[in-house]
């Protein structure tokens, strides 16, 4: 069974920082891409960062971009993201997704973990 679990949100002020860690089993780890999104109440999923097999290509949305760290272990099967300076506008649930870009809407996912950032 195809296993995803995140962890590592929560409250946190603008400018703060948190990392995200997802756990995964159930599949060979090292054979994927893996994905990282965010959704807002109403709104869609949107990805923030996909990175590749075996690390070396990490890429970014925009919104993102010089502010959030994906990285992976593959000894681990897991997979990490680092939120730094930290918007209002980050504010959302976050999910790992097994594989990358394309399919990520529909492609598996774990549970979630809440990333709410307030003064």
């Known amino acids: 069974e195809v296993q995803l679990v995140e962890s590592g949100g929560g409250l946190v002020q603008p400018g703060g920082s948190l990392n995200l860690s997802c756990a995964t089993s159930?599949?060979?780890?090292?054979?994927?891409?893996m994905t990282w999104a965010r959704q807002t109440p109403g709104e869609g999923l949107e990805w923030v960062s996909v990175?590749?097999?075996?690390?070396?290509?990490?890429t970014y949305a925009d919104s993102v971009k010089g502010r959030f760290t994906v990285s992976r272990d593959n000894a681990k099967n897991t997979v990490y993201l680092q939120l730094n300076s930290l918007k209002t506008e980050d504010t959302a649930m976050y999910y790992c997704?097994?594989?990358?870009?394309?399919?990520?809407?529909?492609?598996?996912r774990g549970q979630g973990t809440q990333v709410t950032v307030s003064p």
């Open positions: 997704v097994r594989g990358g870009i394309v399919g990520y809407r529909t492609n598996a």
């Open positions: 159930g599949f060979t780890f090292s054979l994927y891409s």
């Open positions: 990175i590749n097999k075996d690390g070396t290509y990490p």
